[in-house]
């Protein structure tokens, strides 16, 4: 099979986005060693560049690890938690449930906050539980909920956890590097975000920052972290002392080293603009279509992926699949509200006019 044949997609998706041009020259690139001294010098400056994107306070730990977002996800449970130990989960969709679920199987006792289908975990529910037990070692949360298009108010829910004991990991996949994102101000503890969300660079690392207080509760575990591949310690051999511990995946250092520098240089405030301006004129061109926003409360609403109630008697399935002839990939709904809304993706590259005015013309003429 001959890569040639493969379709130029337009990927309007929640992810992956479309490369950052810089992003697909530096995988070009030819292959160096991932213990030679350029190599370092470039985890160096990405590591000083996720502190900027992260809003880090000094002593912060950031590094890649070798994995997607969900690695990003495992590597803070696997880190921080031990056996026995209580979590409080913000669960409000697919991504919450799957972090509770992760934390159940470290051994965690696991509590959980919900929200109904489509609105914001409230942080009078976070309080509430947090009253109840004086012993939660770890608070849980999606900022961005992509299953369902749901913005959750971290900076609130920090706000609530920063005088508890706990530490607070925060699940950035849909929010950094296009939103401000501010860990050292806000008191997040662990962030992780997925190197083709808003970066734009391709799957397969997963950008991760650890403050100094949850560096020191990892020094202070009582058993050893049970998932060898992203022991904090063995990080921190590789990224900080520079020694052996496995071979990390070196052309798509390259490749997010490029993305996050076109991210910085572009700057939050502009990409979240950008982000704002795509997002106002998707909604007003698709409303004469019978689209509408899920989410309730404008609030509540995440920019970065747009989750469009679909028009009555809408066929979901099959228009997909005629833009997908039209090499446009737009996604559905997630469980319960599949076939009821669409999830633009926002994120990075995908935050572009041109690729929506492709998918506007492709639906007016499909449906008239
Ligand atoms: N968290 C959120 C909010 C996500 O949207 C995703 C993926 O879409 C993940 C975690 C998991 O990331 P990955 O699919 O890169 O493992």
């Known amino acids: 099979m001959s890569l040639d044949a493969f379709p130029e997609h337009i990927l309007l998706t929640p992810g992956p986005t479309p490369l950052h041009p810089h992003a697909l020259q530096a995988l070009s690139r030819p292959m160096l060693g991932h213990m030679d001294p350029e190599v370092f010098a470039l985890n160096c400056e990405i590591q000083g560049d996720l502190r900027v994107m992260y809003g880090t306070a000094p002593g912060t730990f950031t590094a890649l690890l070798a994995g997607t977002g969900s690695l990003g996800m495992e590597a803070g449970f696997a880190n921080l938690v031990e056996a026995g130990d209580e979590v409080l989960v913000c669960a409000n969709g697919s991504f919450g ?4 679920e992760m934390a159940a199987r470290y051994g965690a006792r696991v509590r959980v906050v919900t929200a109904p289908l489509g609105e914001a975990i409230r942080a009078d529910d976070v309080a509430a539980e947090l009253a109840k037990s004086g012993d939660i070692r770890m608070v849980a949360v999606v900022h961005g909920e992509t299953s369902t298009g749901v913005l959750n108010p971290v900076p609130e829910i920090a706000e609530l956890v920063r005088d508890t004991g706990a530490l607070l990991a925060v699940d950035a996949v849909t929010t950094a590097g296009m939103e401000p994102f501010h860990m050292a101000r806000w008191g997040v503890d662990y962030a992780y975000t997925g190197a083709q ?3 734009s660079a391709p799957p397969g690392v997963a950008p991760v920052a650890i403050s100094e207080r949850a560096l020191a509760r990892h020094a202070a575990r009582r058993t050893p972290t049970p998932l060898w591949y992203c022991d904090f310690e063995g990080l921190r051999d590789y990224w900080t002392r520079q020694t052996y511990h496995h071979t990390v995946p070196v052309n798509l250092h390259f490749a997010l080293h490029a993305a996050l520098r076109a991210a910085l240089d572009e700057g939050m405030a502009a990409r979240q603009r950008r982000v704002q301006q795509v997002g106002e004129a998707i909604v007003s061109a698709l409303a004469p279509l019978g ?17 469009l109630r679909l028009p009555q008697g809408f066929d979901d399935a099959g228009v997909r699949q005629a833009l ?7 996604t559905g709904g997630l469980g319960p509200t599949a076939g009821q809304i669409w999830r633009l993706g926002l994120m990075g590259e995908a935050a572009r006019p041109g690729p ?3 998918l506007m013309r492709a639906l007016e003429d499909l449906l008239g």
């Open 356 to 358: 929506y005015r492709a």
């Open 97 to 100: 449930r799957r972090m509770a």
């Open 197 to 199: 969300k808003c970066l």
């Open 291 to 307: 689209f509408s926003p899920y989410v309730r409360r404008p609030q509540d609403r995440l920019p970065t992926v747009l989750a």
């Open 324 to 330: 997908r002839a039209r090499e446009i990939s737009v």
